[in-house]
């Protein structure tokens, strides 16, 4: 499997925020094929088009003992007003369901900071715009899922054809305690803390398997955070797997480790299922 170079970063308008950051922007993401290279490209010209900003995401080695040493998520404090990020991101508790079509050992996450506070749900509404207008998604095949607050959004829902009989309805409660999105976001043990109401949009492919292809902040200034893979598998109607995307993998933390003189973290191992040295 070849592993494509996706794009760099400083190619795109990467804006500075630090001397540090600044020789980090001729960085490569590695991608697993060209489609989603191509996704990710499309993504960031639609982004621009309304006048957001690309910003140097965080680093895919974070150094913290959560999550094997891997970035979990977007980091929000990196993403200001009218900006956004392409986040590498990996999680070691993927591993267990590594057989499910659409569960990767590395993707991507691009995430977007709010528009203008003055315009509630803008960025929702450019978030749908993108899913069913530019990326072209048939309406009927997406579904939400989240607390009875995703009835907030319900109009914006409705004007790109997406209906309540669509929406899944789960318990407050219990999505803060399972913390995963779909709901609420508040992984435990998370060193950044992130809570945060949510609701997920999944995209069911022809065979009928389901995949979350985008995260939606609900009453609160992060917009919302969509899987650049995830959306290219609904794009072609095609889910990748597990094994295609781990030589991306391992490259990718191999070379967030090396420019931070870092060793190699203990997520690396467990997803690659491999012994770690002493």
């Known amino acids: 499997m070849t592993t494509?170079?996706?794009?760099?970063?400083?190619?795109?308008?990467?804006?500075?925020?630090?001397?540090?950051?600044?020789?980090?922007?001729?960085?490569?993401?590695?991608?697993v094929n060209a489609q989603v290279s191509e996704t990710a490209s499309d993504l960031i010209n639609f982004?621009?088009?309304?006048?957001?900003?690309?910003?140097q995401?965080?680093?895919?080695?974070?150094?913290?003992?959560?999550?094997?040493?891997?970035?979990?998520?977007?980091?929000?404090?990196?993403?200001?007003?009218?900006?956004?990020?392409?986040?590498?991101?990996?999680?070691?508790?993927?591993?267990?369901?590594?057989?499910?079509?659409?569960t990767l050992p590395l993707f991507h996450i691009i995430s977007l900071g709010s528009l203008d506070s003055s315009k509630p749900n803008q960025s929702v509404d450019l978030a749908l715009k993108l899913l069913v207008g530019r990326i072209g998604l048939a309406p009927d095949r997406l579904k939400i899922t989240g607390t009875e607050h995703v009835l907030d959004h319900l109009p914006l829902l409705q004007k790109y054809g997406i209906q309540q009989s669509q929406i899944r309805f789960?318990?407050?409660?219990?999505?803060?305690?399972?913390?995963?999105?779909?709901?609420?976001?508040?992984?435990?043990?998370?060193?950044r803390s992130?809570?945060?109401?949510?609701?997920?949009?999944?995209?069911?492919?022809p065979d009928g398997q389901e995949i979350e292809i985008a995260e939606i902040?609900?009453?609160?200034?992060?917009?919302?955070?969509?899987?650049?893979?995830?959306l290219t598998m609904a794009r072609h109607d095609q889910a990748l797997t597990w094994d295609q995307a781990l030589k991306s993998f391992r490259t990718s933390v191999q070379s967030s480790a090396d420019r931070q003189n870092?060793?190699?973290?203990?997520?690396y191992y467990k997803i690659l299922e491999l012994s770690q040295p002493a």
Not at 68 to 97: K, T, Y
């Open 57 to 102: 995401a965080g680093p895919l080695v974070t150094g913290y003992d959560f999550n094997g040493g891997l970035e979990f998520d977007d980091n929000l404090s990196l993403i200001g007003v009218n900006e956004f990020c392409i986040q590498p991101a990996s999680r070691v508790e993927d591993v267990s369901e590594k057989s499910r079509p659409g």
């Open 170 to 191: 789960v318990d407050l409660n219990e999505a803060r305690m399972a913390g995963k999105g779909s709901g609420y976001f508040e992984p435990k043990g998370h060193p």
């Open 217 to 230: 902040g609900l009453n609160t200034d992060w917009g919302f955070g969509i899987g650049v893979e995830r």
């Open 262 to 267: 870092l060793p190699l973290p203990a997520g």
């Open 4 to 31: 494509f170079t996706g794009f760099v970063l400083g190619g795109f308008g990467l804006m500075k925020r630090s001397k540090a950051e600044g020789r980090n922007n001729s960085i490569q993401n590695q991608f």
């Open 194 to 205: 992130p809570s945060l109401q949510t609701y997920s949009i999944e995209y069911v492919l």
């Open 47 to 55: 982004f621009q088009g309304y006048g957001y900003k690309l910003v």
